[in-house]
C-alpha cells in the first residue's frame, strides 16, 4: 500500500504561481512512478505529468508543458507540481497518484486549485 497525500492548493489570479506537493508514504520503494492529474467540474480526471520514481524521465500534458514542472525527492518521499502562468481553465481538483502495477493503483485525496480571471 501507498498512501498519497496532497496540499498546497488554494486561490490564484490568472498569471499567477502555485506549487502543489504530494506526501508519500508506505511501500514506495515499489512505485515505477508518480504523477499529477486534475478534474475539472463536469469534466472527466485528466492526466497532468509524471515522473519515473527512479530516474528523472517526465511526461507533460500538452496543455501544461513550458508551464507546470514536475518534481521529486525520494529521499524525502515528496513530489511537486510547480504551476507557473496559471489559466482559468487550469481551475480544477489535482491529485497526486502512484503507478506501481501496471496502472494508477494509488491517489491521494486531491487538493483544490481555483484560477480567477
Known amino acids: 500500500q501507498v498512501q498519497l497525500v496532497e496540499s498546497g492548493g488554494g486561490l490564484v489570479q490568472a498569471g499567477g504561481s502555485l506549487r502543489l506537493s504530494c506526501a508519500a508514504s508506505g511501500r514506495t520503494f515499489d512505485v515505477y512512478s508518480l504523477g499529477w492529474f486534475r478534474q475539472a467540474p463536469g469534466k472527466e480526471r485528466a492526466f497532468v505529468a509524471s515522473?519515473?520514481?527512479?530516474?528523472?524521465?517526465?511526461r507533460y500534458a500538452d496543455s501544461v508543458k513550458d508551464r507546470f514542472t514536475i518534481s521529486r525527492d525520494r529521499s524525502r518521499d515528496t513530489l511537486w507540481l510547480q504551476m507557473n502562468s496559471l489559466k482559468p481553465e487550469d481551475t480544477a481538483v489535482y491529485y497526486c497518484?502512484?503507478?506501481?502495477?501496471?496502472?494508477?493503483?494509488?491517489w491521494g485525496q486531491g487538493t483544490q486549485v481555483t484560477v480567477s480571471s
Open positions: 515522473i519515473r520514481w527512479s530516474g528523472s524521465t517526465t
Open positions: 497518484a502512484a503507478h506501481q502495477d501496471g496502472s494508477w493503483d494509488y
